[in-house]
Protein backbone atom coordinates (compact mmCIF):
# COMPACT_ATOMS: atom_id res chain seq x y z
CA UNK A 1 0.00 0.00 0.00
CA UNK A 2 3.05 2.10 0.64
CA UNK A 3 4.13 1.92 -2.82
CA UNK A 4 0.56 2.28 -3.86
CA UNK A 5 0.18 5.57 -2.42
CA UNK A 6 4.18 6.89 -3.17
CA UNK A 7 3.05 6.12 -7.21
CA UNK A 8 -0.24 8.07 -6.26
CA UNK A 9 1.19 11.13 -4.72
CA UNK A 10 4.42 11.36 -7.75
CA UNK A 11 1.11 11.71 -10.17
CA UNK A 12 0.57 15.01 -8.52
CA UNK A 13 4.72 15.86 -8.25
CA UNK A 14 4.92 18.05 -10.92
CA UNK A 15 1.79 20.26 -10.90
CA UNK A 16 3.23 23.66 -10.31
CA UNK A 17 1.21 26.91 -8.22
CA UNK A 18 1.48 30.33 -8.08
CA UNK A 19 4.08 31.49 -5.51
CA UNK A 20 3.12 34.84 -3.60
CA UNK A 21 4.93 37.06 -5.00
CA UNK A 22 4.02 35.92 -8.65
CA UNK A 23 0.39 36.60 -7.31
CA UNK A 24 1.06 39.82 -5.97
CA UNK A 25 3.08 40.95 -8.80
CA UNK A 26 0.38 39.68 -11.15
CA UNK A 27 -2.32 41.88 -9.24
CA UNK A 28 -0.21 44.92 -9.48
CA UNK A 29 0.17 44.65 -13.24
CA UNK A 30 -3.73 44.17 -13.18
CA UNK A 31 -4.07 47.72 -10.83
CA UNK A 32 -1.97 49.19 -13.65
CA UNK A 33 -3.32 48.41 -16.85
CA UNK A 34 -7.26 49.06 -15.08
CA UNK A 35 -5.68 52.42 -13.98
CA UNK A 36 -4.26 53.07 -17.59
CA UNK A 37 -7.73 52.44 -19.27
CA UNK A 38 -9.80 54.69 -16.30
CA UNK A 39 -7.11 57.38 -17.03
CA UNK A 40 -8.21 57.14 -20.99
CA UNK A 41 -11.95 57.24 -19.81
CA UNK A 42 -11.67 60.17 -17.80
CA UNK A 43 -9.96 62.28 -20.30
CA UNK A 44 -12.48 61.62 -23.13
CA UNK A 45 -15.15 62.85 -20.34
CA UNK A 46 -13.51 65.61 -19.51
CA UNK A 47 -12.80 66.84 -23.35
CA UNK A 48 -16.53 65.67 -24.73
CA UNK A 49 -17.31 69.63 -23.37
CA UNK A 50 -14.69 71.12 -25.87
CA UNK A 51 -15.84 68.69 -28.51
CA UNK A 52 -19.35 69.33 -28.37
CA UNK A 53 -18.69 73.18 -28.23
CA UNK A 54 -16.58 72.95 -31.57
CA UNK A 55 -19.02 70.88 -33.55
CA UNK A 56 -21.75 73.65 -32.23
CA UNK A 57 -19.34 76.32 -33.45
CA UNK A 58 -18.87 74.51 -36.72
CA UNK A 59 -22.52 74.07 -37.70
CA UNK A 60 -23.75 77.68 -36.05
CA UNK A 61 -20.71 78.90 -38.50
CA UNK A 62 -22.14 76.35 -41.73
CA UNK A 63 -25.71 77.53 -41.53
CA UNK A 64 -25.12 81.78 -41.35
CA UNK A 65 -22.57 81.33 -44.31
CA UNK A 66 -25.18 79.68 -45.63
CA UNK A 67 -27.43 82.47 -44.92
CA UNK A 68 -24.84 85.18 -45.72
CA UNK A 69 -24.51 83.53 -49.52
CA UNK A 70 -28.11 82.45 -50.03
CA UNK A 71 -28.82 86.62 -49.33
CA UNK A 72 -25.57 87.65 -51.46
CA UNK A 73 -26.89 85.25 -54.57
CA UNK A 74 -29.97 87.65 -54.31
CA UNK A 75 -27.71 90.67 -54.43
CA UNK A 76 -27.83 93.54 -57.21
CA UNK A 77 -24.50 95.42 -56.87
CA UNK A 78 -21.94 95.80 -54.10
CA UNK A 79 -21.69 99.01 -53.12
CA UNK A 80 -18.99 98.60 -50.32
CA UNK A 81 -16.37 96.04 -50.34
CA UNK A 82 -13.65 95.41 -47.89
CA UNK A 83 -12.26 92.63 -45.60
CA UNK A 84 -14.19 93.05 -42.76
CA UNK A 85 -17.48 94.60 -44.20
CA UNK A 86 -19.56 94.41 -47.10
CA UNK A 87 -22.78 96.47 -48.45
CA UNK A 88 -24.62 95.10 -51.28
CA UNK A 89 -28.29 96.34 -52.73
CA UNK A 90 -30.55 93.11 -52.99
CA UNK A 91 -33.91 91.99 -52.82
CA UNK A 92 -35.87 91.19 -49.26
CA UNK A 93 -39.17 90.15 -48.25
CA UNK A 94 -40.08 92.70 -45.70
CA UNK A 95 -42.57 95.36 -45.86
CA UNK A 96 -40.09 98.50 -45.42
CA UNK A 97 -36.34 98.13 -45.45
CA UNK A 98 -35.33 97.30 -41.79
CA UNK A 99 -38.42 96.01 -41.03
CA UNK A 100 -39.55 92.58 -39.24
CA UNK A 101 -42.34 92.30 -40.07
CA UNK A 102 -42.43 89.53 -43.95
CA UNK A 103 -44.47 90.32 -46.77
CA UNK A 104 -47.05 88.22 -48.64
CA UNK A 105 -45.66 85.75 -50.61
CA UNK A 106 -47.79 87.32 -53.45
CA UNK A 107 -45.86 90.43 -52.76
CA UNK A 108 -42.75 90.81 -55.09
CA UNK A 109 -39.90 91.77 -52.65
CA UNK A 110 -38.30 95.07 -52.22
CA UNK A 111 -34.46 96.59 -52.69
CA UNK A 112 -33.02 97.31 -49.60
CA UNK A 113 -29.21 98.33 -49.25
CA UNK A 114 -27.56 95.44 -46.44
CA UNK A 115 -24.60 95.53 -44.39
CA UNK A 116 -22.31 92.73 -42.92
CA UNK A 117 -19.49 94.19 -40.94
CA UNK A 118 -17.42 91.56 -38.41
CA UNK A 119 -14.82 92.37 -35.57
CA UNK A 120 -12.14 90.16 -34.39
CA UNK A 121 -15.33 88.32 -32.27
CA UNK A 122 -18.61 88.77 -34.20
CA UNK A 123 -20.69 89.61 -36.94
CA UNK A 124 -23.83 91.95 -37.50
CA UNK A 125 -26.18 93.48 -40.10
CA UNK A 126 -27.57 96.39 -40.72
CA UNK A 127 -30.72 96.62 -43.38
CA UNK A 128 -31.52 100.22 -44.30
CA UNK A 129 -33.06 101.78 -47.43
CA UNK A 130 -30.61 101.84 -50.75
CA UNK A 131 -27.53 103.75 -50.31
CA UNK A 132 -27.56 104.04 -46.47
CA UNK A 133 -25.18 102.28 -44.53
CA UNK A 134 -26.15 102.86 -40.77
CA UNK A 135 -28.53 101.39 -38.56
CA UNK A 136 -29.08 99.44 -36.23
CA UNK A 137 -26.88 96.32 -36.05
CA UNK A 138 -28.34 92.86 -35.51
CA UNK A 139 -25.41 90.22 -34.45
CA UNK A 140 -25.94 87.38 -36.60
CA UNK A 141 -22.83 85.12 -35.78
CA UNK A 142 -19.91 85.69 -32.68
CA UNK A 143 -17.49 83.41 -31.81
CA UNK A 144 -14.78 83.81 -34.22
CA UNK A 145 -11.23 85.04 -34.11
CA UNK A 146 -10.87 87.40 -37.24
CA UNK A 147 -12.67 89.88 -38.93
CA UNK A 148 -11.18 89.08 -42.35
CA UNK A 149 -14.06 87.32 -43.36
CA UNK A 150 -15.05 88.70 -46.87
CA UNK A 151 -12.80 88.69 -49.95
CA UNK A 152 -13.99 89.45 -53.83
CA UNK A 153 -13.80 88.74 -57.59
CA UNK A 154 -12.26 90.86 -59.06
CA UNK A 155 -10.03 91.47 -56.89
CA UNK A 156 -6.52 93.67 -55.97
CA UNK A 157 -4.43 90.41 -56.52
CA UNK A 158 -2.53 89.88 -60.23
CA UNK A 159 -4.73 86.81 -60.98
CA UNK A 160 -7.80 88.46 -61.49
CA UNK A 161 -9.73 85.18 -60.44
CA UNK A 162 -8.45 84.98 -57.24
CA UNK A 163 -10.66 85.96 -54.14
CA UNK A 164 -9.12 88.94 -52.11
CA UNK A 165 -9.38 92.90 -51.70
CA UNK A 166 -11.74 93.95 -54.23
CA UNK A 167 -10.35 96.03 -56.95
CA UNK A 168 -13.38 98.39 -57.16
CA UNK A 169 -16.74 97.35 -55.14
CA UNK A 170 -18.76 98.24 -58.37
CA UNK A 171 -16.87 95.47 -60.13
CA UNK A 172 -17.82 92.90 -57.88
CA UNK A 173 -19.38 89.90 -59.24
CA UNK A 174 -18.63 87.45 -56.69
CA UNK A 175 -17.85 87.55 -52.35
CA UNK A 176 -16.56 85.01 -50.75
CA UNK A 177 -17.19 84.21 -46.95
CA UNK A 178 -14.70 82.50 -44.63
CA UNK A 179 -15.29 82.46 -40.98
CA UNK A 180 -12.17 81.61 -38.41
CA UNK A 181 -13.53 79.52 -35.08
CA UNK A 182 -10.95 78.69 -32.31
CA UNK A 183 -9.90 75.30 -31.21
CA UNK A 184 -10.82 74.89 -27.82
CA UNK A 185 -8.56 72.16 -28.34
CA UNK A 186 -5.28 74.00 -29.47
CA UNK A 187 -3.58 75.85 -31.38
CA UNK A 188 -4.87 76.38 -34.74
CA UNK A 189 -8.25 77.80 -36.19
CA UNK A 190 -11.16 75.52 -37.62
CA UNK A 191 -12.15 77.38 -41.01
CA UNK A 192 -15.62 77.44 -42.65
CA UNK A 193 -15.95 79.06 -46.22
CA UNK A 194 -18.60 79.66 -49.54
CA UNK A 195 -19.42 82.53 -51.23
CA UNK A 196 -21.45 83.56 -54.19
CA UNK A 197 -22.05 85.31 -57.49
CA UNK A 198 -24.20 87.98 -57.36
CA UNK A 199 -27.27 86.12 -60.20
CA UNK A 200 -29.33 89.86 -60.33
CA UNK A 201 -26.36 91.94 -61.05
CA UNK A 202 -27.51 92.40 -64.86
CA UNK A 203 -31.01 93.83 -63.15
CA UNK A 204 -29.24 97.10 -61.61
CA UNK A 205 -30.64 100.32 -63.58
Known amino acids: MREAARRRLGLFG???????????????????LLGGVGAMVVSA???????????????????????????????????????SSVSFRTYVRRTACG????????????????????S???CTRIEAAEGVYTGTPTTIFSGIDSGD?????????????????????????????????PNPSGPGALTVSDGASLRNATLDN
Open 149 to 181: VFCFVPSTNPDPLTCGPAAAAGQVTYVGIRFRI
Open 14 to 32: DEEGLTLVELLVASAMGVV
Open 99 to 118: SGVPTDPATPAIRCEVTHTC
Open 45 to 83: MNRQPEISERSANVQTARWVAERLTKEIRNGIAVDRAAT
Open 120 to 122: ATS
